[in-house]
């Protein structure tokens, strides 16, 4: 007679945090902009804390083609808050490139950087809410 409830319970719990789960993330377009066509494969990288983005090591990662100009992902996550970067890989090496003084050898884009001066190496300053308000993240590629 145990293993029967146990089972139940068992079940009956882990149905709730598979629903929990289901309603703490929402779906959202990352459109990834200034792609360089036939210019490398494109890198869509999340990071979810600021030691993560610190040591580039993304939690989340996504390759996608380079044969348009703009080039759009669907992906669903968390309620939380995200840095999103992206960069096009010229070499071919599936990493960004650093020349003199750190400064990125190939086209980079950011979350909350808009194409002026330099983007800070500071998560708190990069990173953006994603919520069920957010539909849509724009990243633009440039170059430095």
């Not at 890198?43 to 996504?62: H, Q, R």
């Amino acid at each position: 007679m145990k293993k029967p409830v146990i089972f139940f319970l068992l079940s009956f719990a882990f149905c709730g945090l598979c629903f929990s789960q289901a309603g703490n993330t929402v779906n959202v377009t990352v459109e990834v902009n200034n792609i360089v066509v036939n210019g490398g494969k494109v890198y869509l990288v999340i990071f979810l804390t600021d030691e993560s983005f610190k040591k580039e090591e993304p939690e989340i990662a996504f390759e996608l083609q380079d044969d348009k100009v703009s080039i759009s992902k669907e992906i669903s996550l968390a309620r939380r808050e995200y840095v999103v970067f992206a960069f096009q890989d010229a070499n071919n090496n599936r990493k960004l490139d650093y020349g003199f003084l750190g400064i990125p050898k190939e086209i980079v884009g950011i979350s909350n950087y808009f194409g002026k001066g330099f983007p800070t190496k500071s998560y708190d300053k990069q990173k953006i809410l994603i919520d069920e308000k957010t539909g849509k993240i724009t990243i633009g590629l440039y170059k430095f």
